[in-house]
């Protein structure tokens, strides 16, 4: 293993994300907090429980899923986008790196990041909602897991990417509305038969539903559906970016 | 000339064919030997396909069909092994804006697997000239201090095999002097280099074999004195006192010409001869009474031979 390597991506990836720390951080603390403030409190007060837990507190883990998968995505995709677009990434092709390494250092520089945050939106989110957490270390497992697939997804889209205006509608048209419908804001069951079944097919559900479990143990699917439909996720991005570096798909002429 | 053997060659590369996306094919069985420890010149036009071959041994284009080898690894199944020996100041200049000198020569050797030297940096930054710019951000330096820092990113890991790709492109006279001195240094210690340029004279200067690619085809690699020599001419330009109509009929078979209106009598003879055949021309030029009041030599440069050879093959 060329951890020299994989060290050298990491660290890179991280300084990028601290020079713009304030835009990195303040931007989605920012968003998830006007959702709170509008959802949570406002409209939330006059709504019911959901599941016996207020609707200000229902809606912390999909918030936080929203924020976690565009910030993994944004984040990773750029990173090994930007050095397609500026040239600079004759170098990482030329350096001593497997797949693995590349992965791990993109990737994980991705995840960290998201995991930073997904704290600190748990933490505004005290600011605004009383809440706890039944299983906190299944959270952990599930924000870790959710991290590191969509930073890795993220990274695939990078990868794929030829424009800037495909690297930023992917996000946009895919996951946005991926979250909405998959339950963020509501639970799948004041849904309509139909509507419902159709959910059924949106992948974000089950990490919403999981993630939500590990705070107040309800959810949407059973979370060991949750957990295994994770991996799978994982497993499939995991072999595209496998075979797209190593055939060097998009990357190599 | 002199067979490559297997062992003092260091990089091999065998029937490499690269043909792009879109069906250009921009190398074509391409079979080259560079020899540990040598400088070597990689000369041809533009377009000829002198980076796409750099780039399939580095790593950043995939070949087609062949294979090359670097200090015996294969740069596809041993790619770990190969590229950790390998590096390359790439064509364009392609930078990292954002991040300073230091920073950025620091990140290619963990890239390349190498633990932090500082030492080593400072060392690469001062031969280069870029010591006191090493906190800068790139963006703010000017090209020529751009191509500096491929360099020194380039050297950053150690490397054994050394790929400038027009190391000196829009580079002013100060820097290539400070460049050839680097190059010299790194040849001392044992670094194999491999160059490209459209500057001949600094592959004159710097090489010690040449090779000459064409649309794609290696077309000759020669040791470069033995080609100065083999296909060098020397000239004997000789001021005339009295301009001449024609070359006299006494002495229509030496190769001799009239330039310059009659006033100058020019005659090529071959560098490699041991006997120039020089005196025999003055005694004869005596008994015919041609008399001159000066006379230069000149010896063609590699740049006349390069010209020549590519005019030759189109
Ligand atoms: N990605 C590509 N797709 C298609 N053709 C390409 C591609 N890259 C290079 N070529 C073509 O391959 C040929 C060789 O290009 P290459 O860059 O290797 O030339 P070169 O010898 O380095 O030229 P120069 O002296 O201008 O740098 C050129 O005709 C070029 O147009
Ligand atoms: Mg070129």
Not at chain 1, 114 to 123: E, F, N, Q, R, T
Not at chain 1, 177 to 190: H, K, N, Q, R, V
Request: hydrophobic share 45%; charged share 20%.
């Amino acid at each position: 293993m060329n951890w020299y390597g994989v060290k050298a991506i990491y660290q890179f990836e991280m300084a990028r994300w601290l020079r713009t720390l304030g835009q990195s951080l303040a931007a989605p603390v920012l968003s998830t907090s006007l959702y709170f403030i509008v959802f949570g409190t406002a409209i939330g007060s006059r709504m019911g429980d959901v599941g016996g837990v207020s609707y200000g507190a229902f809606i912390i883990p999909g918030l936080m899923m929203l924020s976690i998968l565009n910030e993994s995505i944004g984040n990773a995709s750029f990173g090994i986008y930007f050095p397609k677009w500026s040239g600079t990434v004759f170098e990482i092709l030329s350096a001593p790196l497997s797949w693995r390494e590349l992965l791990l250092g993109y990737v994980g520089a991705a995840t960290t990041k998201s995991m930073l945050l997904g704290c600190l939106i748990l933490a505004t989110a005290r600011l605004f909602v009383p809440y706890e957490i039944q299983h906190p270390l299944w959270m952990l497992c599930f924000l870790f897991l959710t991290a590191v697939s969509f930073s890795l997804f993220g990274f695939l889209i990078g990868l794929w990417a030829e424009t800037w205006e495909r690297l930023q509608t992917v996000p946009l048209l895919l996951i946005t509305p991926l979250t909405f419908l998959g339950g963020a804001f509501y639970s799948i069951d004041m849904l309509p038969p139909l509507w419902q079944k159709l959910t059924l097919l949106n992948p974000v559900l089950y990490l919403i539903s999981g993630f939500r479990w590990s705070f107040y143990g309800i959810a949407d699917v059973h979370v060991g559906i949750s957990v295994v439909m994770i991996f799978l996720f994982l497993l499939v991005c995991l072999l595209t970016a496998r075979w797209m570096i190593v055939s060097g798909y998009r990357l190599k002429r | 000339m002199s067979e490559t053997t297997a062992a003092d060659s260091i990089v091999a590369i065998k029937g490499l064919n690269k043909r792009y996306a879109n069906g250009f094919v921009a190398l074509k069985s391409i079979d080259l030997e560079i020899r540990r420890g040598e400088i070597f010149a990689l000369l041809g036009p533009n377009g000829a396909g002198k980076t796409t071959l750099i780039n399939i041994v580095c790593g950043i284009v995939n070949a087609s069909a062949g294979s090359v080898t670097a200090d015996g690894y294969d740069t596809v199944d041993q790619f770990r092994q190969a590229r950790m020996r390998i590096g390359l100041v790439p064509q364009e200049l392609n930078t990292d804006a954002f991040e300073t000198v230091w920073a950025t020569t620091r990140f290619s050797r963990g890239l390349f697997g190498k633990p932090a030297n500082p030492a080593h940096i400072e060392k690469v930054l001062r031969s280069l000239s870029l010591w006191d710019k090493k906190d800068e951000k790139i963006l703010t330096l000017s090209g020529g201090m751009k191509r500096r820092v491929l360099i020194a990113k380039a050297l950053s890991h150690e490397p054994t095999i050394l790929f400038l790709d027009e190391p000196t492109a829009g580079v002013d006279v100060e820097l290539r002097h400070d460049m050839w001195e680097v190059v010299h240094g790194l040849r001392e210690a044992g670094v194999t280099i491999i160059l490209t340029t459209h500057y001949i004279e600094e592959a004159e200067k710097m090489a010690d074999r040449v090779g000459v690619i064409l649309n794609g085809e290696i077309i000759l690699v020669e040791e470069k004195a033995a080609l100065m020599r083999q296909l060098g001419k020397r000239q004997l330009a000789l001021q005339l006192n009295e301009a001449m109509q024609q070359i006299p009929a006494e002495l229509t078979d030496l190769p001799l010409e009239l330039s310059n209106e009659g006033k100058t009598l020019v005659y090529t003879f071959n560098a490699q001869g041991e006997s120039t055949g020089v005196a025999e021309l003055l005694n004869r030029l005596a008994t015919q009474r041609i008399s001159f009041h000066d006379l230069k030599s000149s010896e063609s440069s590699l740049e006349d031979i390069f010209v020549n050879i590519v005019r030759n093959q189109r």
